[in-house]
């Protein structure tokens, strides 16, 4: 199969070479697989979607993804890019709405400012969309559309768009807590240039497999959990982070089952892993895991260690355990093969700058690089770094556009997260601004969510 030279491309091929074969599956709280797409599946009902998109767009419109965890969420992604759009994503409505205000005021916010139209959404929350947005005028005037309710056959009004590396693949906004986040633009060329990075650093093969719970409007479950398989074309199993939540081992259970090789959460995933007690009937293989990334939030070395000496009887090497530093605005930014063995410091390293990657530390508030072993914010320089924000300028040179006072290094992206560099390697300690890192962790979900989650199947 000759090489692609987008994600369009890629699953086109997939379809074409190897239709029959499983991309994604997704579980229930049992870890049974109740829903999956193979290659030519997901090929069909996103070229349906293209279809009737471009019955009602113009190439390049945006088009905001409403999903709750599931396979109608990729199909969706990708018909919006088959279409020629740009697909946005960001958290769904869900639950009772009286308690989401951030949430809704996140969606409106990012409607108005990338002036979208179009909403794609799943029957199972269909309802709860509709009526959020018609308790706005401005709003209801918008196009919904549910996609399982798009007709195959839609796929003979599809045509392929053209697509060029440097144009905008996606939005994805940041995981700020507190405040507006901003929008984040994804080129074709960022996609690319992240996943071979991924691929190469842990050896992923069409013969992987990876497990994912992380809601796919944060860059990491969207990221490693879903654009990783399309990219190499190994098998994608998922399940809900509300199920994960409910019992964290159902993830190790699902990795134990399904011979899973590639997965990770961020650090408090790893913590909760912990706390919970082991059950006596479980059967916990996890030699297969060959990687275990920990992302999206400050790793903690006694989370690491703990989770390593509770689970190492179930087959689990150290080594699968890789501490990695990403971001929205660069989701690959370092990592390590293996943990750092230095005793004295309490904050575990991230690793080196992968390949083609320059990470500099200054002082904050300047453009001053720090001393080795001195605390200041991160600077990331890498073909892995986002366009910028979506329209804002004037904030985008700010915070991609950085160059070095004494040198004159850059372009290089102000990350926001404060942290050192010991031999070359790369340690997160926190925030500059106090606006947190992942936001998803169960203290920031409302009760109801996690009791009476609406499943896509």
């Not at 920990?294 to 690491?304: L, Q, V």
């Not at 500059?432 to 962790?441: E, I, M, N, Q, V």
Request: charged share 20%; net charge neutral; hydrophobic share 35%.
């Amino acid at each position: 199969m000759q090489e692609a030279t987008n994600l369009v491309e890629t699953l086109i091929m997939r379809a074409e070479y190897a239709p029959e074969n499983i991309a994604f599956s997704y579980l229930d709280d049992q870890c049974n697989v109740v829903s999956q797409l193979s290659n030519q599946q997901l090929h069909i009902r996103a070229a349906a979607v293209a279809g009737r998109l471009q019955q009602i767009i113009s190439p390049s419109d945006r088009v905001l993804l409403l999903f709750p965890q599931g396979v109608e969420f990729i199909y969706a992604f990708m018909g919006a890019m088959y279409s020629g759009a740009i697909p946005v994503t960001t958290a769904p409505p869900l639950g009772d709405t009286r308690h989401s205000g951030d949430q809704l005021s996140h969606i409106r916010n990012i409607i108005e400012k990338a002036n979208i139209n179009i909403v794609l959404t799943s029957a199972s929350i269909f309802d709860d969309v509709v009526q959020y947005f018609f308790n706005s005028k401005t709003l209801s005037k918008k196009v919904f559309l549910s996609v399982e309710d798009i007709a195959s056959d839609l796929i003979a009004h599809w045509s392929m768009p053209l697509i060029k590396s440097h144009n905008i693949a996606y939005l994805q906004r940041t995981s700020a807590k507190k405040g507006i986040p901003n929008i984040v633009m994804i080129s074709h060329d960022n996609i690319r240039n992240v996943h071979k990075c991924i691929e190469r650093q842990y050896k992923l093969t069409v013969s992987s497999r990876s497990m994912n719970w992380l809601p796919h409007y944060h860059y990491l479950g969207l990221v490693f959990g879903i654009l990783q398989p399309l990219y190499c074309g190994y098998k994608g199993y998922m399940f809900s982070l509300f199920d994960f939540y409910k019992n964290p081992h159902g993830w190790l259970n699902a990795i134990t089952r399904y011979d899973i090789t590639f997965s990770g959460a961020p650090n408090f995933a790893y913590g909760m892993c912990i706390d919970q007690s082991l059950d006596s009937r479980q059967n916990l293989n996890l030699s297969k895991w060959n990687t275990a990334y920990n992302s999206g939030e400050p790793i903690k070395k006694e989370t690491m260690n703990g989770f390593f000496e509770k689970f190492r009887h179930c087959g689990l090497k150290k080594t699968a355990l890789k501490p990695v530093y990403g971001l929205a605005e660069s989701p690959y930014v370092a990592s390590v093969k293996n943990q750092s063995s230095d005793e004295k410091l309490k904050t575990i390293s991230s690793g080196l700058a992968v390949i083609d990657a320059q990470v500099v530390i200054v002082v904050p508030g300047t453009r001053i690089r720090s001393n080795d072993m001195e605390t200041g914010e991160i600077l990331v320089s890498s073909q892995c770094n986002a366009m910028g924000y979506w329209n804002k300028p004037e904030e985008t040179e700010k915070s991609f556009n950085i160059y070095l006072e004494d040198s004159g290094d850059g372009p290089y992206l102000s990350t926001g997260d404060l942290g050192f560099i010991k031999k070359g390697e790369v340690y997160v300690v926190g925030r500059l601004k106090d606006d947190g890192f992942a936001d998803y962790s169960p203290e920031n979900i409302p009760p109801e969510q996690l009791v009476n989650e609406k499943i896509t199947n």
